[in-house]
C-alpha cells in the first residue's frame, strides 16, 4: 500500500470513528429488527442502480468504454463519503453504516456478476474475475467497520465524553473529507492521462446517471413510505459511489484503464450534487423534521 493509500486510510478511519461516536447499538439493531429500509436499499443498489446503467448503455449510441464504465460505477456499492453526508445532513447514518459493511461482502459476488454481463453485451468479450478479498472487504472491516464500532463503544461507555467529541466532529470531520479528496486526486496516478475531450465526452453521461440515481432512490424511498431520513440516505447511497473500487476493478482486474476514467470525472462532481441535493431537499421538507 502506496503513502497516498496509508493516509487515505487513516483519514476515512477517523472519519468513521466521529460518525460512530453519533450512533448507538440500538439504532443499528433497529435495522435488523424492522429491516423495511435495509431490505429496499439493497435490492435498490443491487439490481435497479445496474439495471439503470445498462439502460443509458443501450438507448445511447456512446462508446463502449463509457457504457461498460457506467455498469461497473453503478454496480460499485457506497462507501465513507456516502455516510459522510448522510451523516451530515441529519439522515438515517446507521442505514448508512450497515449498507457500507453488507455491500462489501456482496459485491464481492455482485460486481464481477454484472460487470461481466456489460462487458458481454457491449464489447463481446468475456472475462472472468474475483475482487481480491482485502481490497473489499478487508480494508474496509479495518478502516471502517472498527472504526465505527470503537465510536459507538464510546458512545456507550461514556456518553459524556461522546457528546463533547460531537460537539466539534462535523467541521472536523469536513475538514477531513477535503484532505481524502485531495490525497485521492494526488493518488490517481492510473487515470491521470484523462485528456479534455474525454470528459467532454463522458461528463453528459456521467451526470445523467448521477441525476437519475439521485432520483431513483429518493422515488423508492418514497414509494415505500420510508420517511424523510431514509430518503436522504437512500437517494445518497444511490448516487454516491465507490469510485475508488471503480479504479481497481477497471486498472487492475480488467486492466483497462479507460472504464475507470468514467469513475474519474462522476468522482469530480458527484459529492456536490449529493451535497446540493440534500441541501435543498432538507429546505422543502423542513415542516417534516
Known amino acids: ?112 456478476f454484472i460487470v461481466n454481463i456489460s462487458l458481454h453485451q457491449f464489447e463481446g468479450v468475456d472475462r472472468q474475475f474475483l475482487l481480491p478479498f482485502w481490497n473489499t472487504f478487508g480494508e474496509i472491516f479495518i478502516f471502517t467497520i472498527i472504526p465505527i464500532i470503537i465510536g459507538v463503544l464510546v458512545r456507550q461507555f461514556n456518553t459524556k465524553l461522546a457528546e463533547n467529541i460531537s460537539k466539534y466532529v462535523k467541521p472536523v470531520l469536513i475538514v477531513l473529507l477535503g484532505l ?32 437519475l440515481l439521485l432520483f431513483t432512490g429518493l422515488f423508492i424511498a418514497k414509494f415505500f413510505k420510508l420517511g424523510l431520513k431514509n430518503e436522504i440516505t437512500i437517494s445518497i447511497e444511490s448516487a454516491v459511489h465507490n469510485t475508488t473500487l471503480a479504479f481497481l476493478i477497471s486498472g487492475m482486474l480488467l486492466h483497462n484503464e479507460n472504464y475507470g476514467k468514467v469513475a474519474l470525472v462522476y468522482a469530480m462532481f458527484s459529492f456536490w450534487t449529493a451535497i446540493i441535493f440534500c441541501y435543498l431537499y432538507k429546505r422543502m421538507n423542513k415542516s417534516s423534521e
Open 1 to 112: 500500500m502506496e503513502l497516498v493509500d496509508v493516509l487515505v486510510s487513516v483519514v476515512l478511519a477517523l472519519i468513521m470513528f466521529g460518525i460512530g461516536v453519533s450512533l448507538t447499538f440500538h439504532e443499528i439493531e433497529l435495522l435488523f429488527t424492522h429491516p423495511k429500509a435495509l431490505i429496499v436499499s439493497l435490492f435498490s443498489q443491487m439490481i435497479i442502480l445496474p439495471v439503470i446503467a445498462f439502460s443509458i448503455g443501450f438507448i445511447f449510441d456512446i462508446p463502449n468504454y463509457i457504457k461498460v464504465g457506467l455498469v461497473i460505477l453503478a454496480a460499485s456499492p457506497g462507501g465513507t463519503t456516502s455516510g459522510f453526508i448522510t451523516y451530515l445532513f441529519k439522515g438515517n447514518t446507521a442505514l448508512a453504516i450497515v449498507l457500507i459493511a453488507v455491500n462489501s461482502i456482496l459485491a464481492l459476488f455482485t460486481i464481477p
Open 180 to 211: 481524502v479528496f485531495v490525497l485521492k486526486f494526488v493518488g490517481l496516478d492510473g487515470v491521470s492521462g484523462i485528456k479534455n475531450t474525454e470528459i467532454i465526452e463522458i461528463l453528459p453521461y456521467a451526470l445523467l446517471i448521477n441525476i
